[in-house]
């Protein structure tokens, strides 16, 4: 049995993952006009990387890792970092920020269906409620911040983004299922280092350096957050989630990250307010909360008690 204060750390470290990454869009936006999105990507994870090193080094965790577990972490490294940022990279040349928005709430479908074949988690009505209240709110989040309605059409983008909500999900779940004897923060070191290493032919193609002493210092800021807290903790964080809880409830944290996103655009962007989003917004804690139901209890509980 798992203690309730570790489910509900672990439950925290979901939540500022999502955070993170639903920034993260804004700030790719303020500095996708002088860097190019591969090039982008790139520094991301190289500085990412290097920030994770720093916290081992100076926390003295040991970095030598046993050879039998190489081959694991090259995996991840390649499923978590190379292909599904390539493929997000490429779908969002072709596919409006809705679609996008919208596509990426299969994630957390196709985790749960893996979860039930390969974790053997339950899959239960409550599941399958909180889930559609879910979607609902983030169609209704997507669609009203953008302007656009949802548009279906099976282009290569729209075929892009759902490999890359399924590749996620696999990733989710081979994090879970390896039981990687190591620290999340070490492991999700060597998988930006992997990544980083694996993307690194980008920029030197497309001479991404070139466009660096042109980032004034708020872009410079963006690009820094991007790959600290968004590339670094993020990953590191969603592993932390995923020692704890069952992947197909740390998934189901995914779904606020439009709203992390709506919520950053106001303050940051000075978007308008809309009311419908933010009801969609509503309806997506809702949702989560109805399959996380058994967290939500017990912290009302706890707090009622005191």
């Known amino acids: 049995m798992i203690p309730f204060r570790a489910k509900l750390t672990a439950s925290f470290y ?3 993952s999502i955070s993170f990454w639903g920034v993260s869009f804004v700030s790719a936006k303020a500095v996708l006009g002088k860097l190019d999105p591969y090039s982008l990507l790139v520094l991301r994870f190289g500085l990412g ?5 720093m916290i ?4 003295r965790y040991r970095l030598r890792i046993s050879i039998a577990y190489i081959p694991h972490l090259v995996v991840l490294g390649i499923l978590g970092v190379f292909v599904h940022q390539l493929l997000q990279a490429t779908a969002l040349l072709t596919i409006n920020a809705s679609s996008a928005g919208w596509l990426i709430s299969f994630s957390p479908i196709f985790t749960v269906i893996l979860s039930v074949l ?3 988690e339950k899959m239960d009505v409550k599941k399958a409620i909180g889930m559609v209240v879910a979607i609902t709110g983030v169609f209704i989040v997507t669609t009203t911040r953008s302007g656009h309605s949802f548009e279906f059409a099976m282009n290569i983008g729209f075929i892009l983004m759902i490999l890359s909500t399924l590749n996620w999900a ?3 779940i081979l994090l879970k299922r390896l039981h990687i004897p190591y620290p999340a923060l070490l492991v999700t070191f060597y998988m930006s280092l992997i990544g980083f290493v694996l993307t690194l032919p980008f920029i030197i193609r497309n001479r991404g350096w070139e466009s660096l002493p042109l980032l004034t210092q708020t872009e410079w800021a963006h690009l820094l957050f991007l790959a600290i807290f968004v590339s670094g903790i993020g990953y590191w964080y969603w592993g932390k989630a995923l020692e704890v809880l069952d992947a197909s409830k740390v998934s189901m944290f995914l ?13 940051l962007l000075h978007e308008k307010f809309i009311l419908i989003s933010a009801i969609g ?3 997506i804690i809702i949702g989560v909360a109805i399959v996380n139901g058994g967290l939500a209890s ?5 707090l009622l008690r005191k």
């Open 56 to 59: 081992l080094l100076l926390n």
């Open 298 to 302: 017990l912290l009302a509980r706890t």
């Open 14 to 16: 979901a939540l500022l």
């Open 118 to 120: 390969f974790l053997h």
């Open 281 to 283: 917004g509503i309806i």
């Open 255 to 267: 779904y606020l990250e439009p709203l992390a996103t709506l919520i950053a655009a106001i303050f």
């Open 49 to 53: 990387a290097l920030f994770l090193l």
């Open 170 to 172: 696999v990733y989710s």
